[in-house]
């Protein structure tokens, strides 16, 4: 392909929003960077998020059975180059069908077969790891490349590149305290009160809605209002909380972030990579309360900002309406202290993660495919080696 030519691009981010949303951030990136560029999406036909967030932004959205990648060394790992072939040889088409000149993957079932496809093909492959401690699916990938960008400085990926996450044009643009007087109309709140915006996730998060909804009152009457997202797992109609000073605004989940960020002083949440590289590239304080299951990938995705100055970290089970009360209630009492943190949040965020992904992006093509296909044999041994460690 000519310098000037468009790009063929296809984004492996199927599966969850933590994979999915960077991918689309991309492809806004891309398209920005050249009108021409056509994009096509891989998502898996469990269905789920990507068949609804994919289509509704405008690309094009193939679909391939999803493979599961075992997180430990048990027997599975063995049946996995067995399981992936048919899926490979599947993604295979949609590259063919693309005519890629290039893949870019952000971890997850998709990433591994778009992987393995783009080799058999000689397609030059990017890597994205937001997390701090990188999935299997890139872990393996980036033995494939040498174009690797993480989201967090923390993340030891080999080869990788601090470049960010990319994210949403509404939430790198936004201007604070330019649109604070509209979010805080927009969802009902009071210009004169100090916001808490509580959210743990699409889902919701019970630890946090059951302290917060403990709290309530306490943060009411000290002239708090709360923002809270409850989640579409947790919402229930005929539920209300009626407290008597500052508002107290429910709602089942948050179209809105960018207002949502507006309106807010501060944050209670879980420590997502999305929602961290969101808050830090915002300048919003938060509280972060680490999801306590898995393989405790949120405290260390919290940690870097937390370690800035631009937030606190609270484990799960430390997590009640007395603990709020004794710290949270006080901070945000404290406008100099909220202040300082939320600079010190804005100074360790990166909001051109898009634009450095897309230029890594235009590094590959130029660079062109510098490694051929390996056999299934070989995709076999660095399976087994990667889930055993």
């Known amino acids: 392909m000519t310098e000037d030519a468009p790009l063929h691009v296809v984004l492996a981010g199927g599966g969850s929003a933590g994979h999915i949303e960077p991918a689309l951030a991309l492809a806004d990136a891309l398209c920005r960077r050249d009108a021409r560029n056509e994009i096509t999406c891989i998502g898996t036909t469990r269905g789920g998020l990507d068949t609804r967030l994919i289509p509704a932004r405008g690309y094009p959205l193939e679909l391939i059975p999803a493979v599961p990648m075992p997180r430990k060394p048990t027997i599975d790992v063995f049946t996995v180059p067995s399981r992936l072939a048919g899926t490979v040889r599947r993604t295979v088409d949609v590259l063919d069908k693309a005519a890629a000149d290039i893949v870019v993957g952000f971890g997850g079932h998709v990433a591994l077969p778009?992987?393995?496809?783009?080799?058999?093909?000689?397609?030059?492959?990017?890597?994205?790891?937001?997390?701090?401690?990188?999935?299997?699916?890139?872990?393996?990938?980036?033995?494939?490349?040498?174009?690797?960008?993480?989201?967090?400085?923390?993340?030891?990926?080999?080869?990788?590149?601090?470049?960010?996450?990319?994210?949403?044009?509404?939430?790198?643009?936004?201007?604070?305290?330019a649109r604070r007087d509209e979010a805080i109309e927009f969802f009902g709140l009071r210009k004169d009160a100090v916001t808490l915006l509580v959210s743990g996730g699409s889902l919701g998060a019970r630890r946090l809605n059951e302290a917060i909804e403990d709290a309530a009152e306490q943060f009411s009457s000290a002239g708090v209002q709360i923002l809270h997202a409850l989640g579409r797992g947790a919402w229930r109609d005929d539920?209300?909380?009626?407290?008597?000073?500052?508002?107290?605004v429910r709602v089942p989940y948050l179209d809105r972030m960018d207002l949502a960020y507006a309106a807010a002083d501060a944050m209670l949440c879980r420590g997502g990579m999305m929602t961290c590289s969101e808050l830090a590239a915002v300048g919003l304080p938060a509280v972060y309360v680490p999801l306590p299951i898995g393989n405790?990938?949120?405290?260390?995705?919290?940690?870097?900002?937390?370690?800035?100055?631009?937030?606190?970290?609270?484990?799960?089970?430390?997590?009640?309406?007395?603990?709020?009360?004794?710290?949270?209630?006080?901070?945000?009492?404290?406008?100099?202290?909220?202040?300082?943190?939320?600079?010190?949040?804005?100074?360790?965020?990166?909001?051109?993660?898009?634009?450095?992904?897309?230029?890594?992006?235009?590094e590959a093509v130029r660079s062109g495919a510098t490694e051929t296909a390996e056999t299934m044999v070989t995709a076999e041994a660095t399976v087994t080696a990667e889930a055993e460690q």
């Open 114 to 177: 778009a992987y393995f496809a783009a080799r058999r093909r000689s397609v030059p492959i990017v890597v994205h790891e937001a997390n701090v401690r990188p999935g299997l699916a890139n872990r393996i990938g980036a033995r494939m490349t040498e174009w690797i960008a993480t989201g967090s400085p923390d993340c030891r990926l080999s080869g990788g590149r601090y470049l960010g996450v990319p994210l949403r044009r509404m939430i790198s643009e936004l201007d604070r305290p």
């Open 239 to 248: 539920v209300e909380f009626p407290v008597s000073g500052a508002p107290y």
């Open 296 to 362: 405790g990938e949120q405290r260390l995705n919290a940690a870097p900002v937390v370690r800035a100055g631009g937030g606190l970290l609270v484990e799960d089970e430390e997590l009640t309406s007395a603990w709020l009360a004794a710290n949270l209630l006080p901070l945000l009492a404290d406008r100099e202290k909220l202040d300082e943190m939320g600079k010190a949040a804005a100074e360790f965020g990166r909001r051109d993660g898009d634009e450095a992904l897309v230029d890594l992006v235009y």
